[in-house]
C-alpha cells in the first residue's frame, strides 16, 4: 500500500536537552506530533479543522526505537508516513534524521482512533477519507 510522506525540519532547542545534553527522550514524542500536525497542514486539513468539526484524533499507542540521541542546535528532519486508515483507526509512523549525516535517530509509530467531542469512537469522516485516498493514488 502506497504511503504519504511529510517531512519538517526542527531545530533542536537547549530546552529540548537533558543534562547529558542530548535530547530527553519524551521529546521525540512531541516531535512526532509536530511531524504529523504539518502532514496533515500539508494535505490541506489542519488538525485544527478537524476540531472545529467535532472530530479528534486520540493517540491510543505510541512506539519510538531510539537508534542515537540528537543534539543541541542540530537540525534534524522528522518524516512522517500514513497508510490508508483501516476502519476507525490510523497509523502514523516517524523516522528522524539527523540533518547533516542523514543517521537515523529514532524510528516509531503512533496510533489514532477516530473519537466526537463525547470521547465515542466514530468512522473517519468521509472528506477526511477522500482527500487520504486521492493523495494515496497521487503519491
Known amino acids: 500500500m502506497k504511503l504519504i510522506e511529510g517531512k519538517i525540519k526542527i531545530r533542536v ?17 512531541e516531535y512526532f ?10 494535505l490541506g486539513l489542519p488538525y485544527r479543522e478537524l476540531e ?10 505510541a512506539h519510538c526505537e531510539y537508534k542515537r540521541g540528537a543534539r543541541y542546535d542540530e537540525i534534524i528532519t522528522v518524516k512522517t508516513f500514513l497508510k490508508k486508515p483501516q476502519g476507525a483507526k490510523i497509523r502514523m509512523d ?9 543517521k537515523v535517530i529514532v524510528t516509531g509509530y503512533t ?3 477516530f473519537v466526537n467531542t463525547q470521547r465515542k469512537a466514530i468512522k473517519p469522516p468521509k472528506g477526511f ?5 486521492k493523495e494515496v493514488k497521487n503519491g
Not at 506530533?33 to 500539508?42: D, K, T
Not at 477519507?129 to 485516498?133: A, E, G, T
Request: hydrophobic share 35%; proline share 2%.
Open 111 to 113: 496510533v489514532h482512533t
Open 52 to 61: 472545529n468539526r467535532g472530530i479528534m484524533l486520540p493517540v491510543i499507542e
Open 129 to 133: 477519507m477522500k482527500l487520504i485516498s
Open 13 to 29: 532547542s537547549y530546552a529540548d536537552t537533558d543534562q547529558m545534553g542530548v535530547v530527553y527522550y519524551a521529546r521525540y514524542l
Open 94 to 102: 516517524y523516522e528522524i534524521l539527523e540533518e547533516k549525516s542523514k
Open 33 to 42: 506530533e509536530r511531524g504529523r500536525n504539518e502532514l496533515f497542514r500539508e
